[in-house]
């Protein structure tokens, strides 16, 4: 194959799970991913295989029992999984198995040992296994790991941020069984933006949780905060909530100065540094991109040059791995102590992929977003 027939070719993505994030952010972002194309669905919904088909111009549909039948087509080269977090490992296994390269939304999975099954059958079938983990991919969070590099604001000392917003009472983000919760769900951003601030592993975690007596939180706890303990004696600390007002945003304190980030794990819309050193404020706002454009493009130029992706499947099992000694924690009411993590990769601005903001959003078919808006 040519250099100008590898440029010229298309990844053909099979997109697993139809829920609201994929509806939402996953079908509309292929219209901004020039090497990447939508050709298949799969759910069991017949609702939506027959809807979102007509909308997206989509052939070839099935439901989760003809998951084998899709991925030996020959119609596919990858699946982005958008199932809930139980059904990760399988799905992603089952690809693998049979050559189909995998784009897995996080948390990777529920357990680490479920994280390593994952990476083990991709490598046994030699394909790529892809965590999406879109800040890695995004301008303003890729640009504050620049900034702490520089020693602008001195030693980086502390990490600290909130992330709530309401989650209404049925979605599966607060159904234990399928692996809900405040950690997996919206922790594993604070976590995961703590570990590429510092470009370290924490060796050491705490944490509680609260909840009010509501029956959504029946199953999850309503809140939880954490504080993680990095090599050099860095700390992070945060709190997620799934019953309070929505907010998203992080600072990280160093020696000489602090950086504010707000929101920080925004999918959509403008992002806003608040730089301060010496008393002096900066403040720089970073426009809105389609993340999930910048996700199947990276990924797909992975497959086409034959590149380890960056946000591999041993960065989803860090995190999976700390998500474990956190709950841990919470039913000791200790720390938890971790084993030295090895990272052969970790993000920085020069993997940062800007594609135009979705312009709408799409009608969604038999969903919802996690507040219960349709």
Same mark, same amino acid.
């Given at each position: ?12 993505? +099979? ?33 939506? @295989? ?5 909308? #997206? ?10 998951? *084998? ?30 050559? %189909?390269?995998?784009?897995? !939304? ?17 490598? @046994? ?5 892809? %965590? ?13 790991? *620049? ?5 602008? %604001?001195? /030693?980086?000392?502390?990490?600290? $941020? ?6 209404? =009472? ?18 594993? #951003? ?18 509680? +949780? =609260? ?13 939880? $905060? ?22 998203? $945003? ?30 002096? %404020?900066?403040?720089?706002?970073? !426009? ?6 910048? !996700? ?11 590149? /380890?992706? /960056? ?32 990272? *052969? ?9 800007? @594609? ?10 038999? +969903? +919802? ?6």
């Amino acid at each position: 194959m040519t250099p100008n027939q590898v440029t010229q070719r298309k990844i053909r993505y +099979a997109v697993v799970g139809l829920g609201w994030f994929a509806q939402a952010s996953a079908l509309p972002a292929f219209a901004h991913a020039e090497n990447s194309e939508l050709v298949a669905l799969v759910s069991d919904d017949p609702t939506k @295989r027959e809807e979102i088909a007509k909308q #997206y111009g989509v052939q070839h549909t099935y439901a989760y029992d003809q998951y *084998e039948d899709c991925l030996n087509s020959g119609e596919v080269d990858a699946v982005y999984i958008a199932l809930p977090n139980h059904l990760h490992c399988e799905y992603t296994v089952r690809a693998a198995n049979a050559g %189909i390269h995998v784009l897995c !939304e996080k948390p990777m999975a529920v357990t680490e040992d479920e994280c390593q099954q994952m990476i083990d059958a991709c490598d @046994r079938n030699q394909v790529k296994l892809m %965590i999406a983990y879109r800040l890695h991919l995004e301008e303003a969070n890729m640009q504050a790991v *620049e900034i702490l590099k520089s020693g602008q %604001i001195g /030693e980086p000392r502390i990490f600290n $941020s909130v992330f709530t917003q309401q989650v209404n =009472a049925g979605n599966i983000r607060v159904q234990k069984a399928v692996g809900g919760g405040t950690l997996d769900d919206i922790g594993i #951003y604070c976590i995961n933006a703590a570990r590429y601030l510092f470009q370290a592993d924490p060796i050491e975690v705490f944490a509680t +949780a =609260a909840s009010k007596d509501e029956p959504r939180f029946r199953d999850v706890a309503e809140m939880s $905060s954490a504080i993680l303990r990095f090599p050099d004696d860095q700390l992070a600390s945060f709190t997620v909530s799934f019953g309070a007002a929505k907010t998203s $945003s992080y600072q990280v304190v160093g020696t000489k100065g602090d950086l504010r980030i707000d929101p920080g794990y925004s999918g959509q819309g403008e992002m806003k540094h608040i730089l301060t050193i010496d008393n002096e %404020i900066q403040t720089q706002t970073f !426009e809105g991109h389609d993340q999930l454009a910048a !996700e199947f493009v990276y990924f797909s130029d992975c497959i086409l040059q034959n590149k /380890e992706p /960056e946000p591999s499947g041993q960065e989803g099992l860090i995190d999976i791995r700390i998500i474990q000694a956190l709950y841990d924690s919470i039913q000791s009411g200790r720390f938890v102590q971790l084993p030295t993590m090895q990272r *052969e990769q970790r993000p920085g601005l020069h993997q940062s992929i800007q @594609r135009p903001p979705l312009e709408k959003q799409p009608e969604l078919v038999n +969903a +919802a977003d996690p507040s219960g808006q349709s």
